[in-house]
């Protein structure tokens, strides 16, 4: 930090010019004219939207293909261009930047539904400090700002030419990269790490939950075999409720995501609601809580269980479900190894083949409950359970570590990018 106050006594002491991106390059348009079958088996590269979307710095080696015919007038990337997703279901979304900061050896289209924009003089920018400057917060405000819609978003181009950035000088812009380059580097191996760890536990839970070949015998190999409908009480969320009954009153409900993005469900996390009609179904501590529908087969009945107490009246989002073990058979299954089970492929192929849906997905209940599961002896159900919380343990820690890495990284970031305008 003491490196850029000095940079910026030497280089700008009476501060930075700011301009109009209308007066420094000009936009283009992605890919024009295609149909489906341009996309089968193409003879050139193209750059996706969720490229585009997901990474500050474009990923040259993702390949796409389209056809392009010979003398075929469609706009060609180049290095140093800010690629921008051009519409969005929000207007946060809009404008996410990507900018090509790696030399180019071959020629590289955009997607039709990006667009790009390029400097007049690309030597007045080090690409890699767009990168940083264009994911902004105050940058990304002025884009917000430029989407218009309803249901969904597109952003004005007219309007985006009106965005105004600084132009610090070269060894300035050099040493703000140097610095958030190395935030970046440590998120990127910490990233690494978690995927590689999401790997090894999904490995030992698949080789772990593997029963196929244990239907009999005895001793500790000894597997039954039970549908869900065997074991558990089936139960919606809530019902005849309007819309307005979340997030005030005092009592409590578990809501969609909580169960959608945890294993274990965050009680932390609870929201307030309003339940006038108390004759709810009620949540326990070890319910095992789904989700109803989504978008994809793949993302229907997944799974969270309540393993931490949770406060008396405490109800269920009305987008899930809950099985609850049937009374008879709390002393031969734990919930926490169900759940486990119930995200192992094994699992997933079974709860596919209940779904039913075009655009739109939903579990056919009946078919769901004669889901057939493995009900080892407990005490292995326990072992398993232990074995793969130690994984789930570390890589909470993981994610822990990588999101104090990046508000570390945006902190320096907004700092680092906020310079004096020269008058």
Same mark, same amino acid.
Not at 181 to 198: I, N, P
Not at 354 to 378: A, D, H, K
């Given at each position: 930090m003491n490196t850029i106050k000095q940079l910026i006594d030497k280089y700008c002491p009476d501060g930075v010019e700011y301009k109009k991106l209308g007066e420094i390059g000009f936009f283009y348009? &992605?890919? *024009?004219?295609?149909?489906? $079958? =341009?996309?089968k088996d193409g003879n050139a590269m193209f750059i996706t939207y969720m490229n585009v979307y997901s990474n500050p710095s474009t990923k040259l080696d993702v390949i796409e293909k389209v056809k392009i015919g010979q003398g075929e007038k469609q706009n060609k990337i180049e290095k140093g261009d800010i690629l921008f997703t051009g519409s969005s279901e929000t207007p946060d979304e809009? &404008?996410? *930047?990507?900018?090509?900061? $790696? =030399?180019?050896t071959s020629d590289y289209y955009l997607n039709s539904f990006c667009f790009g924009f390029r400097l007049n003089n690309k030597d007045t920018f080090e690409p890699n400090?767009?990168?940083?400057?264009f994911r902004d917060r105050k940058m990304r405000a002025q884009i917000?700002?430029?989407?218009?819609?309803?249901?969904?978003?597109?952003?004005?181009?007219?309007?985006?030419?009106?965005?105004i950035i600084p132009i610090p000088p070269l060894p300035v812009q050099r040493e703000i990269v140097r610095i958030l380059d190395s935030f970046t580097s440590l998120e990127a191996e910490l990233e690494a790490e978690l995927e590689?760890?999401?790997?090894?536990?999904?490995?030992?839970r698949d080789q772990l939950l593997s029963f196929k070949h244990l239907?009999?015998?005895?001793?500790?190999?000894?597997?039954?075999?039970?549908?869900?409908?065997?074991?558990f009480n089936y139960f919606s969320g809530m019902t005849g409720v309007s819309g307005k009954w979340k997030d005030t009153g005092n009592c409590k409900f578990i809501d969609y995501l909580n169960v959608y993005n945890n294993m274990r469900v965050d009680v932390s996390a609870l929201r307030n609601a309003t339940v006038s009609n108390m004759k709810q179904n009620i949540l326990r501590k070890y319910d095992v809580l789904l989700t109803c529908a989504s978008e994809t087969p793949d993302e229907c009945a997944l799974s969270s269980v309540i393993r931490d107490d949770i406060a008396d009246n405490t109800f269920l989002d009305d987008h899930l479900f809950a099985l609850r073990v049937k009374q008879e058979y709390k002393d031969i299954l734990n919930t926490a190894y169900f759940n486990y089970y119930f995200?192992?492929?094994?699992?997933?192929?079974?709860?596919?083949?209940?779904?039913r849906g075009v655009t739109r997905f939903y579990i056919s209940y009946p078919s769901f409950m004669r889901i057939e599961i493995p009900v080892p002896p407990l005490p292995v159900q326990r072992e398993i359970v232990r074995i793969l919380d130690s994984?789930?343990?570390?890589?909470?820690?993981?994610?822990?570590?990588?999101?104090?890495?990046?508000?570390?990284y945006e902190y320096y970031r907004d700092q680092l990018l906020s310079f004096k305008r020269k008058s």
């Amino acid at each position: 930090m003491n490196t850029i106050k000095q940079l910026i006594d030497k280089y700008c002491p009476d501060g930075v010019e700011y301009k109009k991106l209308g007066e420094i390059g000009f936009f283009y348009s &992605g890919l *024009s004219g295609k149909s489906k $079958d =341009d996309f089968k088996d193409g003879n050139a590269m193209f750059i996706t939207y969720m490229n585009v979307y997901s990474n500050p710095s474009t990923k040259l080696d993702v390949i796409e293909k389209v056809k392009i015919g010979q003398g075929e007038k469609q706009n060609k990337i180049e290095k140093g261009d800010i690629l921008f997703t051009g519409s969005s279901e929000t207007p946060d979304e809009c &404008g996410m *930047s990507s900018v090509v900061t $790696d =030399d180019i050896t071959s020629d590289y289209y955009l997607n039709s539904f990006c667009f790009g924009f390029r400097l007049n003089n690309k030597d007045t920018f080090e690409p890699n400090f767009l990168k940083h400057l264009f994911r902004d917060r105050k940058m990304r405000a002025q884009i917000a700002r430029t989407a218009n819609g309803v249901t969904r978003y597109n952003v004005s181009k007219k309007l985006f030419a009106r965005i105004i950035i600084p132009i610090p000088p070269l060894p300035v812009q050099r040493e703000i990269v140097r610095i958030l380059d190395s935030f970046t580097s440590l998120e990127a191996e910490l990233e690494a790490e978690l995927e590689a760890r999401r790997k090894q536990y999904e490995y030992y839970r698949d080789q772990l939950l593997s029963f196929k070949h244990l239907s009999g015998g005895g001793g500790k190999s000894k597997v039954e075999w039970m549908t869900l409908g065997e074991i558990f009480n089936y139960f919606s969320g809530m019902t005849g409720v309007s819309g307005k009954w979340k997030d005030t009153g005092n009592c409590k409900f578990i809501d969609y995501l909580n169960v959608y993005n945890n294993m274990r469900v965050d009680v932390s996390a609870l929201r307030n609601a309003t339940v006038s009609n108390m004759k709810q179904n009620i949540l326990r501590k070890y319910d095992v809580l789904l989700t109803c529908a989504s978008e994809t087969p793949d993302e229907c009945a997944l799974s969270s269980v309540i393993r931490d107490d949770i406060a008396d009246n405490t109800f269920l989002d009305d987008h899930l479900f809950a099985l609850r073990v049937k009374q008879e058979y709390k002393d031969i299954l734990n919930t926490a190894y169900f759940n486990y089970y119930f995200h192992s492929i094994e699992a997933r192929r079974s709860v596919n083949k209940t779904v039913r849906g075009v655009t739109r997905f939903y579990i056919s209940y009946p078919s769901f409950m004669r889901i057939e599961i493995p009900v080892p002896p407990l005490p292995v159900q326990r072992e398993i359970v232990r074995i793969l919380d130690s994984f789930t343990s570390l890589e909470a820690e993981l994610e822990a570590e990588l999101e104090a890495r990046r508000k570390q990284y945006e902190y320096y970031r907004d700092q680092l990018l906020s310079f004096k305008r020269k008058s």
